[in-house]
C-alpha cells in the first residue's frame, strides 16, 4: 500500500492484471483477492478501472460518493449512490483503498484525508567508539 501511495502520488498509476473477470470496453482489472464484508460474510473483492465487484455485487465506482480508509485497521468504509455504506475488511484492503482512490480521486488518498500511517523507521549510523 505504502509503495502504491508513493508511486501514485508521483504521478504513477496501478499495473493492470490479467482478468479474471468479464471486462467491459476499456477496463482494466486491478486484482482480486478475499475481503469479509462487514454483516455480509467472506467475499472475493475483484477491483477493476470501472468497478467493485464482490461476488455477486457490482459497484460502479461513479457511484461512490464518499471513502472513508483505515489503513491501520485493514478497513474501508465507502459510500455508494442509492446503495447506502459498505464496510470491507481484510489486509489487502489498505492497497484496495489506494487503487479505488487513484480511480475515483486521481490522488492516493481522499481529499483533506491525512492517513496515520507511521513512517518507516530509518536506519541509525553506526558511529565508531574509540
Known amino acids: 500500500m505504502r509503495m502504491l501511495a508513493?508511486?501514485?502520488e508521483r504521478g504513477g498509476r496501478p499495473a493492470a492484471v490479467s482478468p479474471t473477470v468479464p471486462l467491459w470496453a476499456g477496463e482494466?482489472?486491478?486484482g482480486w483477492f478475499p475481503v469479509d464484508v462487514i454483516g455480509g460474510?467472506?467475499?472475493?473483492a475483484v477491483i477493476t478501472s470501472q468497478r467493485l465487484l464482490l461476488d455477486d455485487e457490482s459497484f460502479a465506482l461513479r457511484a461512490v460518493t464518499?471513502?472513508?480508509?483505515r489503513p491501520d485497521e485493514w478497513a474501508l468504509a465507502f459510500d455508494v449512490r442509492g446503495r447506502g455504506t459498505v464496510e470491507i475488511v481484510g489486509p489487502w484492503v489498505p492497497w484496495l483503498s489506494v487503487v479505488l482512490c487513484t480511480e475515483i480521486h486521481g490522488a492516493a488518498w481522499p481529499p483533506g484525508y491525512a492517513p496515520m500511517i507511521p513512517a518507516p523507521r530509518r536506519a541509525r549510523r553506526l558511529e565508531t567508539v574509540r
Do not use: I, N, S
Not at 460474510?41 to 472475493?44: D, I, K, M, S
Not at 464518499?66 to 480508509?69: A, C, N
Open 6 to 8: 508513493g508511486l501514485v
Open 28 to 30: 482494466k482489472q486491478y
Open 66 to 69: 464518499g471513502l472513508r480508509p
Open 41 to 44: 460474510g467472506r467475499r472475493l
